[in-house]
């Protein structure tokens, strides 16, 4: 019997009476991360890694009722052994894995296959079901390493330094701003948008290691801005504070900007193709890491990833879902 079906409420586990990242309200929600497409507000109950309590405690409130598990350990839950696993996507994403009578499903929410060096490392999980994403799941998507990106945003800043222009990153503030602000360690002082400095607090105050970083506030000149490294959420990327700035010159860091037509998204100066989604052979690599029997494909080119690996001998499906939209804060900058 199948461990988990999709449902209008989100993907169901029977037996254990629960859902994974359901988009309505339910009585317990496992969550396998903090990005507001897979965590919401209303459920009774949650289950999450432990560092992903801080993020849902952030964005929704803290006033909820919140189990944690570390990963690589089991909780029954009215029959069925539930464990974490790193998914690689961001600090504290993890893949759910689902256990009983013998039979194992592995949901993976969002992940990544490349080690960016702040998250914990995706882990490859054997099973019979497994759900994935295909967000970039198409054969054109096929990520840089993650130090020649690096590389190449510390070039740019160093161009924009030499023509007196201030250096601005758009990133979301859950991953993409704590790789940076990890990746370009060293290279400037860090200014953050609030809805990563908070972030970033509370990952330190869970034992996170990351460098420091300053909340913008009005008391920062200009000056001290244009000589070292902002980075906003997506909200802000056409805000008149950034334009105000002196010379800002504009980064999107994300996977879309692998498609150079991308790179002229909201007029930005640059793009850096650094995403924390798997590409498409780490989506090939790590489906079939999981030896798996059937494969459901949600969200992202789900017709053609799911018709690929049929044609590849993978027995797959796609289903729809609402994953896919990371939103971000709409707080303004003072």
């Known amino acids: 019997m199948a461990l988990i079906s999709f449902t209008n409420k989100g993907i169901y586990c029977r037996q254990g009476?629960?859902?994974?990242?359901?988009?309505?309200?339910?009585?317990?929600?496992?969550t396998t991360h903090g990005h507001s497409d897979h965590v919401r507000w209303g459920n009774k109950a949650y289950l999450c890694h432990e560092l992903t309590r801080s993020v849902i405690e952030q964005r929704l409130g803290e006033d909820l009722h919140i189990e944690t598990l570390p990963y690589n350990k089991a909780v029954g839950i009215n029959g069925v052994k539930v464990s974490f696993f790193p998914a690689?996507?961001?600090?504290?994403?993890?893949?759910?894995r689902l256990?009983?009578?013998?039979?194992?499903?592995?949901?993976?929410?969002?992940?990544?296959?490349?080690?960016d060096g702040?998250?914990?490392?995706?882990?490859?999980?054997?099973?019979?079901?497994f759900v994935s994403e295909s967000t970039f799941g198409l054969p054109i998507y096929k990520w840089q390493p993650q130090h020649v990106i690096m590389d190449n945003i510390r070039d740019w800043i160093s161009r924009n330094r030499d023509q007196q222009k201030t250096s601005v990153l758009i990133?979301?503030?859950?991953?993409?701003?704590?790789?940076?602000?990890?990746?370009?360690?060293?290279?400037g002082e860090f200014y953050t948008h609030a809805s990563i400095?908070?972030?970033?607090?509370?990952?330190r105050n869970a034992g996170v290691m990351l460098p420091e970083t300053t909340m913008i506030n009005p008391e920062i000149k200009k000056e001290a801005l244009q000589q070292g490294i902002v980075i906003v959420p997506p909200a802000l990327a056409d805000s008149r504070w950034i334009k105000n700035l002196i010379q800002p010159a504009t980064g999107i860091c994300s996977g879309w900007m692998q498609v150079r037509a991308g790179r002229r998204w909201r007029s930005a100066d640059a793009g850096f193709a650094l995403s924390d989604h798997a590409d498409w052979p780490g989506l090939l690599g790590a489906i079939r890491a999981t030896e798996a029997e059937q494969v459901y494909v949600t969200h992202g080119y789900t017709s053609v990833f799911s018709r690929y690996l049929n044609e590849s001998g993978i027995k797959a499906q796609e289903v729809k879902t609402r994953y896919g939209q990371e939103e971000e804060e709409q707080e303004v900058l003072p």
């Open 17 to 30: 009476g629960f859902y994974i990242d359901p988009w309505q309200p339910v009585d317990l929600a496992v």
């Open 88 to 96: 690689g996507h961001v600090i504290g994403s993890a893949q759910v």
């Open 99 to 115: 256990e009983y009578k013998g039979e194992v499903c592995v949901v993976s929410g969002d992940y990544k296959t490349e080690d």
């Open 118 to 129: 702040v998250s914990t490392a995706f882990e490859p999980v054997k099973c019979h079901t």
């Open 171 to 187: 990133a979301y503030s859950l991953g993409k701003a704590q790789r940076l602000i990890s990746g370009l360690s060293g290279y």
């Open 197 to 203: 400095e908070n972030l970033n607090r509370r990952f």
